[in-house]
């Protein structure tokens, strides 16, 4: 029903960017489907197996920007074998073929061939941004042909990829001509780089906004790179060593001085304590801050640099900060939204992180609303506090190190501590537990967690009923990646339309069976249900009464995937 | 020194508290209370090791792979939690010297951790009898004897030991489980090659792996350096210190050094540093300069920077006792 001619609906659709927006929009009737995705420019595919390439093409004609994951989640902690999938170039290859005006690329967990780049590089002459995460199998040759071949570059984004390192100069392959960067970030690039074809690029470059150097970048070339990008809003620093020369050092922090526009600063994967000082001008201004890879900085010299940063909303940061540490954050960074403590390999245990620390931090910081938190232990009383402090949590993640670790207080399961959490934090959207825990938990949190759309389980849980209570529960649930539970068949088969309902749905050295994952293959014909069987020859049929190492299951519209390994049998 | 605190992220070092009954031979079937606890020595042994026992980690809670590439049968016993055990690959947790004597269950399929595996000893965890165990408290023989109820069927299964020697014999404070702690494997490993890196970079105190701090002092043309962690007590390190030093000091002495001569040398410069002249002092975390000797070992090479070896006259205010030892010794 239609009261505007479609160009007013299209230009009211303008406004809507958030494609679970668009999604919605284009569900409401055929007109406005079909206005929907004539007018759609960027899509979001969260698993490259649900959809084939053509199709998408077909239906979104002006697509420019696609996002797109492969491998499942649990593949970042090794737990997916090498070769399951998540292979870019026939997604580049078929919208090369279809002529599609790609202008930006966004990749995370997929395998990314040189190839794949080469072709990138080549066949969209309007391409502007390629953002890889945790991807791999890609190297600085694949580089040289992005730089080299994309004109209009303006985005350059590698986090935390696997990229090999060969002896060519790929930043020599930006031509003079390229002036276009806006965001370049080679932090992980394990090789060396040439300064002075860095230095130039910058030079070239007024519009970088975002520069992100890797470890091989020394304390003079970053003084004379920042020298001439003033203009910088986020910052990587590879490494901060002291030079023996104290003049470049001070010269360093005068031009520190100058680049009063950082707001987010990251790095540091090498670094002198004592050279941190060259930071102290930008410090409070900060609003972000990534120390998770800053080995080198010990406790006490991030406490004297935090009590610095009272603007900072988004916090990244070791455990060797200790509990103490984390007070100061939450005497200083009262905006902190955004916080993540990772596990050092500090062998002085009094160092690391407890359940103090987290309570400490939700008493400082009620705007809190995402939390990654590697601890030695939690309490079930903490967490009660913490859910009491912040009911304000969207993403709340807890790793305790020693996965199954009961209250060391009252050596009960942390059911009641989870319980809390979901029960306070209406809004909670992704949850990861870890400790001790029974069915219980799993009891609140299908009771409680109404918006829950990711869940990552361990070690947890008695028996069916715990992921009976969850499948039950969670109407919002998008993903579920269960490892090391006792859940079996009984839980997997009850309602398998949920699973149609999600994107997939992981389960690892668990109680099922492959004759069970049979069954739901075949009463769900648009799931692909995938055992990985890696310690049996590719021809010998596993017994129907087998357990099944790891299931991978997946709502698909493009049928049995054609790429996937011996290994991996799509039942 | 203390039971050093093995710092992995399994929290091993929690392990010492648990009652460490001594470790039952791995191939008995009747499973008593305290093969189910959380241990980590070798039979017979009863500090903390990295390596577990074979017998604990597979008796309750189902086969154990007996390699990383077997991946058959899980005997499975309905109601049988699977616990965090099973997650660990056995790879690590038997060394071969249980192996002959084990009764080779059947092996079961556990996570299959293709080259990820670093997985070094560690006693698994199985949920229903770890709350029982873990912490300081006493096994409670309810929970356990029924854990051990529900899992008998799976009885011993100890599995044959292929050459899990590398890796029981990992990178000892490493105990850890294929994927647990879940951080990405790029952050872990550019956080293996940072550790080296610092080692070999070692300036001032990196933090990890090797303790590398100045050592200054008064008086003398040059400074020197030495590696805390080669050090286990502050015995060790004063003489070290003294051995290193004991060049500077023969002009200084009172009485009379022949150089060259390492006893005279060193017994006067013992005399210098404990007696008289000179007084140990080190710069912590927070620049302030403290006398050597006051906190714990552990404690003091967590937070030691620098060290000096300060003259007497100028340590007074550093602590008394200091002033006094000098003063009597005059």
């Not at chain 1, 008493?363 to 402090?389: D, E, R, W």
């Not at chain 1, 209570?469 to 993903?479: A, H, I």
Request: proline share 6%; charged share 25%; hydrophobic share 35%.
């Amino acid at each position: 029903m239609n009261y505007f001619p479609d160009e007013v609906i299209e230009h009211i659709f303008e406004y809507v960017g958030s494609h679970r927006d668009r999604n919605a929009l284009s569900l409401v009737c055929r007109s406005w489907y079909r206005i929907e995705r004539c007018t759609r420019e960027k899509v979001f595919i969260g698993n490259c197996y649900s959809i084939t390439p053509e199709r998408l093409i077909q239906r979104f004609p002006s697509l420019k920007s696609l996002t797109l994951k492969g491998k499942p989640h649990f593949a970042d902690f090794s737990l997916v074998p090498h070769g399951w999938g998540g292979f870019v170039y026939p997604w580049i290859e078929a919208l090369a073929k279809g002529k599609v005006a790609l202008e930006e690329l966004r990749l995370k967990r997929m395998v990314v061939s040189d190839e794949s780049l080469e072709l990138l590089s080549r066949a969209f002459p309007n391409f502007k941004s390629l953002v890889l995460v945790s991807c791999e199998e890609f190297t600085t040759d694949g580089l040289a042909a992005i730089a080299a071949n994309c004109k209009w570059l303006r985005e350059l984004d590698l986090q935390e990829n696997e990229v090999d390192d060969h002896k060519g100069q790929w930043l020599s392959c930006f031509p003079d001509s390229c002036t276009s960067l806006v965001s370049l970030n080679f932090a992980c690039l394990k090789g060396e780089i040439n300064t002075g074809v860095l230095e130039r690029l910058v030079a070239r470059s007024p519009n970088l906004k975002s520069l992100r150097l890797n470890r091989s970048v020394p304390l003079d070339a970053l003084q004379r790179i920042l020298a001439r990008a003033p203009q910088l809003v986020d910052l990587g620093v590879g490494s901060l060593v002291h030079d023996p020369a104290m003049e470049t050092f001070a010269k360093l922090m005068t031009t520190m001085n100058k680049c009063k526009s950082i707001t987010s600063l990251s790095g540091f994967l090498e670094v002198t304590p004592r050279c941190l000082t060259a930071m102290y001008p930008i410090l409070p201004k900060l609003t972000s801050l990534n120390l998770s890879y800053a080995a080198g900085i010990p406790g006490s010299d991030l406490i004297k640099l935090i009590r610095h940063c009272k603007k900072l909303q988004r916090l990244w940061i070791m455990d060797s900060i200790g509990d103490k540490g984390l007070g100061v954050v939450a005497n200083t960074c009262k905006e902190l939204q955004e916080l993540r403590v990772f596990p050092s390999d500090n062998i002085g245990q009094h160092a690391a992180v407890t359940e103090k620390g987290l309570v400490a931090i939700s008493m400082g910081c009620p705007k809190l609303h995402s939390l990654l938190y590697f601890c030695h232990q939690m309490t079930n009383a903490a967490l009660i506090t913490v859910a009491k402090n912040c009911p304000n949590f969207i993403r709340f993640r807890l790793a305790i190190l020693d996965a199954t670790k009961p209250d060391p207080d009252t050596n009960q399961p942390l059911d009641e501590g989870f319980g809390a959490i979901v029960q306070s934090c209406r809004r909670l959207r992704r949850l990861s537990l870890s400790g001790q825990l029974t069915d219980k938990v799993f009891l609140y949190i299908g009771m409680y967690a109404e918006q829950l759309e990711m869940l990552s389980i361990a070690f947890a849980g008695e028996s069916d009923k715990g992921m009976l209570y969850v499948l039950n529960g969670c109407k919002k649930l998008r993903k579920l990646e269960i490892r090391d539970c006792p859940f079996g068949n009984t839980a997997l088969l009850t309602d398998v339309g949920k699973y149609e309902t999600m994107r997939s749905l992981w389960m690892s050295s668990c109680e099922v069976t492959v004759g069970a994952c049979k069954v739901l293959a075949m009463k769900m014909p648009r799931l692909n249900v995938e055992i990985f069987n890696e310690n049996e020859p590719a021809d010998c049929e596993p017994d129907d009464v087998q357990k099944v190492e790891k299931m991978y299951l997946y709502r698909t519209l493009a049928g049995k995937r054609k790429d996937a390994p011996e290994y991996v049998w799509t039942l | 020194m203390s039971t050093p605190l093995e710092h992995d992220y399994i929290g091993l070092a929690e392990k010492k508290k648990i009652p460490s009954s001594s470790s039952s031979s791995s191939s008995e079937d009747g499973k008593t209370f305290k093969e189910t606890e959380l241990r980590l020595g070798l039979p017979g042994s009863e500090s903390p090791e990295r390596k577990p026992l074979s017998g604990v980690s597979l008796s309750l809670f189902g086969n154990l792979n007996n390699n990383n590439n077997v991946m058959n049968h899980h005997v499975h016993v309905a109601g049988a939690k699977r616990g965090f055990s099973d997650a660990i690959d056995a790879k690590w947790a038997f060394s071969d010297a249980h192996g002959s004597d084990s009764d080779l269950g059947k092996p079961s399929a556990l996570f299959s951790p293709r080259g990820s595996g670093n997985v070094v000893g560690k006693p698994p965890l199985d949920p229903k009898t770890i709350s029982t165990q873990q912490g300081n408290s006493i096994n409670t023989p309810a929970s356990a004897s029924q854990s051990i109820k529900e899992s008998k069927p799976l009885q011993e299964k100890n599995p044959q030991l292929p050459a899990t020697n590398e890796h029981a014999s990992a990178p000892a404070s490493k105990a850890q489980v294929v994927g647990w702690p879940p951080i990405r494997s790029f952050r872990k490993n550019t956080m293996a090659s940072n550790l080296t890196k610092n080692n070999d970079e070692a300036e001032g105190k990196p933090g990890f792996g090797c303790l590398y701090v100045k050592v200054s002092m008064d008086g003398a043309p040059y400074l020197r350096k030495v590696d805390l962690k080669t050090y286990s007590n502050y015995k060790e390190l004063s003489s070290a210190l003294e051995k290193m030093f004991s060049c500077f000091t023969i002009g200084q002495c009172n009485s009379p050094g022949l150089p060259g001569k390492d006893g005279l040398s060193e017994s006067s410069l013992r005399d210098l540093l404990h007696g008289s002249e000179y007084v140990l002092t080190y710069e912590d975390k927070d620049g302030d300069w403290m006398l050597v000797g006051d906190v714990p070992w552990e404690m003091f090479t967590d937070s030691c920077r620098r060290l000096r070896i300060m003259k007497g006259s100028e340590a007074i205010g550093l602590a008394p006792r200091a002033v006094e030892k000098s003063k009597s010794q005059n």
